[in-house]
């Protein structure tokens, strides 16, 4: 058995690391919230704006006149992968980085044996895992975790829609992590570019809209738009997300450290007690000795 | 006729109105109840509404997009 010093010491030390560990949930906590308010707080507007969307579509017999919708044969292919910054917070980087993995073996399978397949990482989590792994990595986005607002979101979607327009990519995939709960995230990965237009159910077309100024000057306009709002609500969902799974990991270190911190202290007390029956022996040993 | 406002970070509006003017990027226009259902994007400028108890609102905006469906208006800007 482990002498009483060295299982002082570690109960000593898995304290400490609870405190940490029940610190750094309180703060993800704090933060989910606040991350949780914003994407709660976008979801109306990117529904509504899908929906205008889809009334706008449902009466265009062909789409195919915004450079957005064009569907080329996918020769070049970007994968925008979103992870977080910092660990410690489960296998939320892991499974989401896994993902994307697959999506390229299986999907694209062939643009990466021809090295046709880019990755665009936001989050140093995933640039880390995909470089480690062989992966083309072109460029990395790290710092926007830093500021995550509309306007540095924006540039970014705009980049992307920019090399789409030039034909640099014919297809633009964005692998993220859905906030579900603090406790549940789902991967996922949606085409960012081009745009699919959905068949929808023909209750749309049944009005007879009035399009001012014009129909087609209406979709140039919201095309763009949608994409942003799309791509921010995807960030801002990897960032709930992240902190919800960062808060959850946490709970379950704090947990298991208590669990260890009883054991320990079981068998501390285990160590104590024999040491002084020990004792006690050798002084009713000593005693009969000296009787003789 | 239902009003709703909505912007990125919240909903600004929401609830029944009995007129609302537009900036529209063509022009201001104004809708009434049974208003035919129109899609318009609009450009600077400032909403005005009027609730069931005809007190005027008004909204700033830099531009967005609205939608109306059957008496149902919504209307999406970028900050208000």
């Known amino acids: ?292 | 006729m239902y009003l709703e406002i909505i912007t990125p970070d919240k909903k600004v509006f929401e609830g029944e109105v009995k007129l609302i003017q537009l900036p529209g990027s063509k022009g201001a226009f104004e809708m009434l109840k049974n208003h035919a259902p129109i899609i318009s994007t609009l450009g600077k400028g400032v909403i005005k509404i009027e609730d069931m108890d005809s007190k005027e609102q008004l909204f700033e905006i830099d531009g967005g997009v609205v939608e109306n469906k059957a008496n149902k208006i919504i209307v999406l800007v970028e900050s208000v």
Not at chain 1, 103 to 126: M, N, P
Request: glycine letters at 4%; aromatic letters at 8%.
């Open chain 1, 1 to 292: 058995m482990a002498g009483l010093k060295e299982i002082r010491t570690r109960i000593a030390s898995v304290k400490t690391t609870r405190q940490v560990t029940s610190a750094m949930k309180m703060v993800s906590a704090a933060k989910l919230k606040k991350a949780q308010d914003a994407i709660l707080q976008i979801r109306p507007y990117a529904e509504k704006l899908h929906e205008i969307l889809l009334s706008l579509s449902a009466s265009l017999e062909n789409v195919e006149d915004s450079v957005y919708t064009q569907d080329r044969a996918p020769e070049k292919v970007l994968v925008i992968l979103v992870t977080s910054n910092r660990g410690l917070c489960g296998g939320f980087n892991t499974n989401i980085s896994k993902k994307a993995i697959e999506l390229v073996t299986s999907k694209y399978e062939q643009q990466l044996r021809l090295d046709k397949l880019d990755f665009l990482c936001i989050g140093k989590q995933g640039e880390r895992y995909l470089k480690h792994r062989g992966f083309k990595v072109v460029a990395n986005e790290n710092s926007l975790f830093d500021e995550l607002t509309f306007d540095n979101v924006a540039k970014i979607a705009e980049g992307a829609m920019k090399a789409f327009e030039a034909k640099e990519y014919d297809r633009i995939e964005l692998v993220y992590n859905q906030f579900k709960n603090a406790a549940m995230q789902e991967q996922t990965a949606e085409q960012f570019l081009p745009v699919e237009m959905e068949e929808q159910d023909d209750n749309a077309a049944n009005y007879d809209f009035i399009y001012e100024p014009s129909k087609e000057y209406i979709i140039k306009e919201l095309i763009p738009r949608s994409l942003k709002i799309q791509f921010y609500k995807a960030l801002l969902d990897s960032h709930a997300a992240e902190h919800g799974a960062r808060m959850t990991a946490m709970h379950q270190a704090t947990d298991n450290a208590t669990t260890l911190i009883g054991d320990l202290t079981l068998q501390y007390n285990k160590a104590r007690q024999a040491a002084i029956t020990g004792e006690i022996l050798e002084i009713v040993g000593g005693a009969e000795a000296l009787k003789g």
